[in-house]
């Protein structure tokens, strides 16, 4: 099992910045990709980002790329995403994802919720405009 716990998230104004953690604990071994996934009232799940923890290999949605960035502290079982320019459509509830135990293609980009299979409760992002 591997328990995922997400922090950073609060209410911003519109052009501000956060930083949301994600903190990685039991069974981590062989967990290779982490990211972010989002969801706002009424609105399907959607994709944000995801980091293969071994290669370093980013994937960031179309909708937000260019302003987030996410990183990871392996040494800490930690995943960071930084997001700037929040705008109000950034409301949303963001989860953190993991994919443990699966394997994993290195080249290859996990954007799909089902290729995840741990998921934390979520850090509500809100951003006033």
């Known amino acids: 099992q591997v328990q995922l716990v997400e922090s950073g998230g609060g209410l911003v104004e519109a052009g501000g910045s956060l930083r949301l953690s994600c903190v990685a604990s039991?069974?981590?071994?062989?967990?290779?990709?982490m990211g972010w996934f989002r969801q706002a009232p009424g609105k399907e799940r959607e994709f944000v980002s995801s980091?293969?923890?071994?290669?370093?290999?980013?994937s960031y949605a179309d909708s937000i790329k260019g302003r987030v960035t996410i990183s990871r502290d392996s040494a800490k079982n930690t995943v960071y995403l930084e997001m700037n320019n929040l705008k109000a459509e950034d409301t949303a509830v963001y989860l953190c994802v993991a994919r443990q135990g699966l394997g994993y293609r290195p080249a290859y980009d996990y954007k799909a919720f089902q290729e995840f299979n741990y998921w934390g409760q979520g850090t509500q992002v809100t951003v006033s405009s």
């Open positions: 039991g069974r981590t071994g062989s967990t290779y990709v």
């Open positions: 980091i293969n923890l071994s290669t370093g290999r980013t």
